[in-house]
């Protein structure tokens, strides 16, 4: 039996790695034209948030040579020898464009340039594959740079300019350090609430304090955690940034919030080089205007407004309405309807304790039910 792997990111290679290693056979599509596409394209300051432990595909640790938090370019290399070592060879330059059920149980895979048939297709495009372009008032008019920030790549092309970074996720608030960092003046507009968690605790990685309490009952996970935010987390209301009502686990967990891991923002921040604002009012061609009616001029706007998984443009209307929740992605790594026998979801899930972690013992199980069906 044929099975169909989409994406050579962590997850597709994940996937890949534990095939391989089991002699069954497979077939890898990537849109682009090397593995790990998307990893190559963020911006140059970035490092993984998690600990090289934890990080790791399946079967092949990290170089011990590697620090614990990984940089882009180490991980990217990783990426490379992963594929190396398992002998992967994906097939490249292939854009999936639509997944169809087709007859006696099989699924049609369409792509660019070619249609392909299997038993099973396991689905890694990534839940941030699609950057998410926000309809901001007035934004045509601005006559300074704009850029999403998956084109972001460094703050020294904005040295000595002010900046708006719109939106405090992980990646606003680490563009905004970066921006500081190489001599640009950051603002970053938040609208709401920000779930803050420190990437260390007591001089500690704080992944696998998350990865023991997740262990236990939903309250005692929530309750440590708020517990360990408030003794841990600066209060940051006079700079204008609201903590949420509920502790990070719950706001990931219910809300789908993922937290910000704070890599030295916050100091900052509190240090007055990076500004905080709140919402945007209205955007005018030299500046904007925020809802507090306070109005800042900007030589550039970077949009850290996230992203979309963009499945249902792949999977079609009929199999989007039965697979993917609200947010457009996959309500679990597979459906029990017997309908959708066969289709594989992996890389979609934002887990507290680690979303590469994640992949790699979600991988486990999407592998084990692929095994279990062509038996």
């Known amino acids: 039996m044929q099975t169909i792997i989409i994406g050579a990111g962590p997850a597709g290679l994940a996937v890949a790695g534990r095939l391989t290693k089991l002699g069954l056979p497979f077939t ?10 998307a990893w ?16 790791c595909l399946p079967h092949l640790p990290f170089p011990d040579h590697y620090p614990n938090y990984v940089s882009r370019d180490a991980f990217v290399a990783y990426l490379e020898q992963y594929v190396a070592h398992f002998g992967i060879k994906p097939v490249v330059n292939e854009r999936v464009t639509g997944i169809r059920r087709a007859d006696k149980g099989h699924w049609l895979v369409r792509t660019n340039t070619d249609t392909f048939i299997a038993d099973n297709v396991v689905v890694c495009t990534g839940y941030n594959r699609v950057a998410n372009q926000p309809n901001l008032p007035g934004l045509d008019s601005f006559t300074g740079t704009v ?38 003046q950051p603002t970053i507009s938040v609208r709401g609430p920000v ?3 420190k990437r260390e605790v007591f001089g500690r990685p704080a992944q696998p304090l998350a990865i023991f309490l997740n262990k236990f009952p939903h309250w005692f996970y929530d309750f440590m955690a708020g517990l360990s935010q408030k003794m841990n987390t600066d209060d940051l209301s006079a700079y204008g940034i609201q903590t949420p009502p509920h502790p990070p686990s719950y706001m990931i967990r219910v809300l789908g919030k993922i937290p910000v891991i704070d890599q030295g923002t916050v100091a900052q921040i509190k240090a007055g080089t990076i500004a ?27 949009l850290a407004t996230g992203y979309r998984s963009g499945l249902s443009e792949i999977l079609g209307e009929a199999l989007s309405r039965k697979i993917l929740n609200e947010k457009g992605h996959p309500r679990g790594l597979w459906d029990t309807n017997p309908a959708l026998k066969g289709l594989y979801f992996l890389g979609f899930a934002t887990p507290l304790t ?3 972690r994640g992949i790699r013992l979600d991988s486990e199980r999407v592998v084990k039910a692929v095994v279990s069906d062509e038996r």
Do not use: W
């Open 195 to 197: 779930s803050i968690v």
């Open 40 to 55: 190559r394209n963020h911006y140059d300051r970035l490092h993984l948030h998690t600990i090289k432990s934890e990080s």
């Open 354 to 356: 680690g979303i590469l």
């Open 147 to 184: 850029l999403h920030s998956q084109s972001y790549r460094s703050g020294a092309a904005f040295a000595g300019q002010n900046v708006l970074v719109v939106g405090m996720g992980n990646t606003g608030a680490e563009i905004a350090l970066d921006l500081a960092e190489q001599g640009a």
């Open 28 to 37: 890898l599509l990537e849109a682009a034209p090397t593995v790990g596409a």
């Open 276 to 302: 905080v604002r709140p919402g945007i009012d209205q955007i005018h061609e030299l500046g904007v205007t925020f809802t507090d009616g306070r109005h800042d001029v900007f030589d550039a706007i970077v």
